[in-house]
């Protein structure tokens, strides 16, 4: 006689604000529950061990690397992935979150595939830390990996939108260029 498999943990969590109730694998990763069993792409599979950050999701508000962590571990909790991170600020101020239009003002976007986890992050800094330093957003981006755009940009995006969250000015990008004089 052959014993059967114990069936697959239930459990609810919130995600991206609206609670879930889902089964999974003891041991599968919250990465692989969001993309393969909620059809969210947008938290993306890197490394598969924590050195990437491109999974990066936020758990009860705190960034965490979601291909480290065992998806039954989120009952009870809240999860917010990029697609949650966009629409829950659309609906509050009819606009994408000011981290997202910071990185698209400032030329932070290279081929997208850091971009999810880099935004997550730093919305979490800028909940935490409404006028970090550069030196406090490469503290809190260090756990993320980029391969395109070199960083500057990237730091540059983050100060950018804790300037407009604080209803500052925000500096210009290092690269856009000043109107010049016409000489007569």
């Given at each position: 006689?052959?014993?059967?498999?114990?069936?697959?943990?239930?459990?609810?969590?919130?995600?991206?604000?609206?609670?879930?109730?889902?089964?999974?694998?003891?041991?599968?990763?919250?990465?692989?529950?969001?993309?393969?069993?909620?059809?969210l792409?947008?938290?993306?599979?890197?490394?598969d061990?924590?050195?990437?950050?491109?999974?990066?999701?936020?758990?009860?508000?705190?960034?965490?690397?979601?291909c480290?962590?065992?998806?039954?571990?989120?009952?009870?909790?809240?999860?917010?992935?990029?697609?949650?991170?966009?629409?829950?600020?659309?609906?509050?101020?009819?606009?994408?979150?000011?981290v997202?239009?910071?990185?698209?003002?400032?030329?932070?976007?290279?081929c997208?595939?850091?971009?999810?986890?880099?935004?997550?992050?730093?919305?979490?800094?800028?909940?935490?830390?409404?006028?970090?330093?550069a030196?406090?957003?490469?503290?809190?981006?260090?756990?993320?990996?980029c391969?395109?755009t070199?960083?500057?940009?990237?730091?540059?995006?983050?100060?950018?939108?804790?300037?407009?969250?604080?209803?500052?000015?925000?500096?210009?990008?290092?690269?856009?260029?000043?109107?010049?004089?016409?000489?007569?």
């Amino acid at each position: 006689m052959t014993s059967r498999p114990a069936p697959d943990p239930v459990f609810a969590f919130e995600l991206n604000g609206e609670t879930v109730t889902v089964s999974a694998p003891a041991h599968h990763t919250l990465l692989e529950l969001l993309r393969y069993r909620q059809g969210l792409t947008g938290t993306k599979q890197g490394c598969d061990k924590g050195d990437c950050g491109a999974c990066t999701v936020l758990l009860d508000g705190s960034p965490v690397l979601s291909c480290l962590t065992l998806a039954v571990t989120v009952a009870g909790r809240a999860v917010t992935t990029i697609e949650g991170l966009g629409a829950e600020h659309r609906r509050a101020e009819g606009r994408p979150h000011p981290v997202q239009e910071a990185f698209d003002r400032s030329g932070a976007l290279q081929c997208g595939f850091c971009q999810p986890g880099m935004l997550l992050s730093s919305a979490a800094l800028l909940r935490k830390n409404p006028s970090p330093t550069a030196d406090e957003v490469r503290a809190a981006l260090s756990g993320n990996l980029c391969r395109c755009t070199g960083y500057a940009q990237i730091i540059e995006a983050v100060l950018r939108a804790a300037a407009v969250e604080r209803g500052e000015d925000p500096p210009a990008p290092a690269w856009s260029i000043e109107p010049r004089d016409e000489e007569p």
